[in-house]
C-alpha cells in the first residue's frame, strides 16, 4: 500500500511571540515548529503543497501591525529550500475556525486540494480537527499532525474553555457549511469581536445568524 501523499499541509499558526503582553513580529517556538514540521513533510514528499495561515491580533505593536504570521511562516519555508510556487498564503484569520474557513474558501476550493494534512500542536490537535472536519465537509480527507510543542499552564487550562466555546459556535451547523460556521465566528468568538464585553458574546443568540460571504475576508490586505 502506498503511503499517503496530501494535496496540501495547511499549517496553522501558533501566534507571535509576545513584548509586554503585545504580539511582535517574530514567530512563537509553538508556530516555528509547526512551520519547520511542515517543511520536513514537503521535503519527505509526503505533501504537494504547503499552506500557511494566520494574521496579525488588533492589539499587535504598531510597529508590526503590518506584519501577516502567515508571510513570516512562508519566509522561513523559502529560508529552508521550498520554492515560493509550492507555498500558498491566509493572511487574514485570527483563530483556528478562521484557519479553515479562510483557507477553504480562498486555496483549497479553488485549486481543488481535496486531501489534507493540518499541521498544530499536539495540545491543540483535538480541537483543530473538530473544526477542519466541520468546516471542510465529507468531500475532503484530513489528517492531523500533531507536533511537540510543549503545553504550558495557561494551555491546559484555556483548551478546555476553547474546546467548549467551539462546540457551543458550531452546534446544529452541517458539515461543509463554512459560511455559517464563520459568520457565527464573528459575531460570537472573543478575536473577531473586539470591543464587546464578554457577557454579551456569551448572550449571543446563535440561531439568528444569517450566513455571510467570506470572499472579502479572504482578499483583505
Same mark, same amino acid.
Given at each position: 500500500?502506498?503511503?499517503?501523499?496530501?494535496?496540501?499541509?495547511?499549517?496553522?499558526?501558533?501566534?507571535?511571540?509576545?513584548?509586554?503582553?503585545?504580539?511582535?513580529?517574530?514567530?512563537?517556538?509553538?508556530?516555528?515548529?509547526?512551520?519547520?514540521?511542515?517543511?520536513? +513533510?514537503?521535503?519527505?514528499?509526503?505533501?504537494?503543497?504547503?499552506?500557511?495561515?494566520?494574521?496579525?491580533?488588533?492589539?499587535?505593536?504598531?510597529?508590526?501591525?503590518?506584519?501577516?504570521?502567515?508571510?513570516?511562516?512562508?519566509?522561513?519555508?523559502?529560508?529552508?529550500?521550498?520554492?515560493?510556487?509550492?507555498?500558498?498564503?491566509?493572511?487574514?484569520?485570527?483563530?483556528?475556525?478562521?484557519?479553515?474557513? +479562510?483557507?477553504?474558501?480562498?486555496?483549497?476550493?479553488?485549486?481543488?486540494?481535496?486531501?489534507?494534512?493540518?499541521?498544530?500542536?499536539?495540545?491543540?490537535?483535538?480541537?483543530?480537527?473538530?473544526?477542519?472536519?466541520?468546516?471542510?465537509?465529507?468531500?475532503?480527507?484530513?489528517?492531523?499532525?500533531?507536533?511537540?510543542?510543549?503545553?504550558?499552564?495557561?494551555?491546559?487550562?484555556?483548551?478546555?474553555?476553547?474546546?467548549?466555546?467551539?462546540?457551543? +459556535?458550531?452546534?446544529?451547523?452541517?458539515?461543509?457549511?463554512?459560511?455559517?460556521?464563520?459568520?457565527?465566528?464573528?459575531? +460570537?468568538?472573543?478575536?473577531?469581536?473586539?470591543?464587546?464585553?464578554?457577557?454579551?458574546?456569551?448572550?449571543?443568540?446563535?440561531?439568528?445568524?444569517?450566513?455571510?460571504?467570506?470572499?472579502?475576508?479572504?482578499?483583505?490586505?
Amino acid at each position: 500500500m502506498s503511503e499517503r501523499v496530501s494535496d496540501a499541509a495547511i499549517v496553522v499558526a501558533g501566534n507571535f511571540s509576545q513584548k509586554n503582553k503585545r504580539p511582535t513580529g517574530q514567530l512563537s517556538g509553538r508556530s516555528l515548529a509547526r512551520t519547520l514540521a511542515a517543511v520536513e +513533510l514537503f521535503q519527505a514528499g509526503r505533501t504537494n503543497h504547503l499552506i500557511f495561515s494566520g494574521g496579525v491580533r488588533p492589539s499587535a505593536h504598531p510597529a508590526y501591525r503590518d506584519v501577516r504570521e502567515a508571510d513570516v511562516m512562508r519566509d522561513i519555508a523559502v529560508d529552508e529550500g521550498i520554492d515560493p510556487r509550492d507555498i500558498s498564503v491566509e493572511r487574514t484569520s485570527l483563530t483556528t475556525i478562521g484557519n479553515a474557513c +479562510l483557507t477553504k474558501v480562498g486555496i483549497t476550493e479553488p485549486r481543488e486540494q481535496r486531501v489534507i494534512d493540518v499541521v498544530t500542536s499536539i495540545f491543540h490537535v483535538r480541537r483543530t480537527e473538530a473544526i477542519f472536519d466541520r468546516v471542510m465537509g465529507p468531500n475532503y480527507d484530513i489528517n492531523m499532525i500533531g507536533v511537540d510543542t510543549g503545553t504550558s499552564l495557561r494551555e491546559r487550562i484555556q483548551e478546555p474553555l476553547s474546546d467548549l466555546l467551539t462546540s457551543h +459556535l458550531m452546534r446544529g451547523i452541517a458539515p461543509g457549511n463554512h459560511d455559517l460556521i464563520f459568520a457565527r465566528s464573528l459575531h +460570537l468568538h472573543p478575536q473577531y469581536a473586539e470591543g464587546v464585553p464578554m457577557d454579551e458574546i456569551v448572550k449571543r443568540n446563535l440561531c439568528d445568524l444569517a450566513s455571510v460571504p467570506l470572499m472579502a475576508m479572504v482578499s483583505a490586505p
